[in-house]
């Protein structure tokens, strides 16, 4: 076998090139997770593989062991890489049109704020985000990691400029659910207003107040 795929040690990049790869093969063929761990085990001839494992690799929420990691660079070996954010930075860059030069690269924590539900009206979420923004040809790439005490997802995105402000469009890494926002700058990081769309049911539902699976946020971003 080609020694390359006995690989068992991966850098964080690499780590995030085999999640891209696994789930746009997801999204291609339209299947889930154990889906996909059925198809992982069936290729690699192997059995037992933790859904559970494959899921928290996918959503980029701890550091998965190297051997799972190894299993899933196999698989996905073969598979093709797209960049998605790329194209539409680049489609919505030329959209706007330039901004006014300000630089929003960096690492932000974001505190954000409900500002529409039921009961929790003005009161800050039980967690906060952490958003890293690197600069990109025309536009900026972001990806948002959001962890409370009931929810830790994971957003990919853009941010492009129009005109004073930021316009950040993101998705759920796992569930594709939007997440968008409109940034100005202030001193050091910025602030803005924005939406999160949930599909939310449950002990989440009654916690926000969720009757439309839509979540008006105000958020701060300060930067790290």
């Known amino acids: 076998m080609d020694q390359a795929l006995e690989r068992q040690t991966f850098t ?16 291609e063929h339209r299947i ?27 959503a980029g929420r701890m550091r998965t062991h190297d051997p799972f990691v190894a299993l899933c660079y196999r698989f996905a070996a073969g598979l093709t890489t797209p960049d998605p954010i790329a194209e539409l930075g680049e489609r919505l860059s030329i959209f706007y049109g330039a901004g006014t030069g300000h630089d929003y690269s960096g690492i932000y924590v974001s505190d954000p704020e409900v500002i529409d539900a039921d009961f929790m009206l003005g009161q800050n979420l039980p967690g906060s985000s952490l958003i890293e923004i690197s600069a990109q040809a025309g536009f900026y790439r972001v990806t948002e990691k959001v962890v409370s005490e009931i ?21 759920d890494r796992l569930t594709n659910l939007a997440r968008n926002y409109m940034l100005w700058p202030e001193n050091d ?33 300060r930067k790290k």
Request: a positive charge; hydrophobic letters at 40%.
């Open 151 to 171: 929810e830790y997802a994971t957003y990919d995105g853009v941010l492009v400029c129009s005109g004073e402000a930021a316009v950040v469009l993101l998705k």
């Open 12 to 27: 964080v990049a690499e780590r995030e090139q085999i999640r891209k790869k696994l789930l746009f093969y997801m999204k």
């Open 32 to 58: 889930g997770v154990p889906a996909l761990t059925q198809r992982i085990e069936i290729a690699l001839k192997r059995d037992g593989l933790p859904v559970k494992t494959l899921q928290r690799f996918l």
């Open 189 to 221: 990081g910025m602030c803005g207003r924005g939406g999160n769309a949930r599909f939310a049911s449950g002990y989440a539902s009654e916690i926000w107040g969720l009757t439309k699976g839509f979540e008006p946020l105000s958020l701060r971003l």
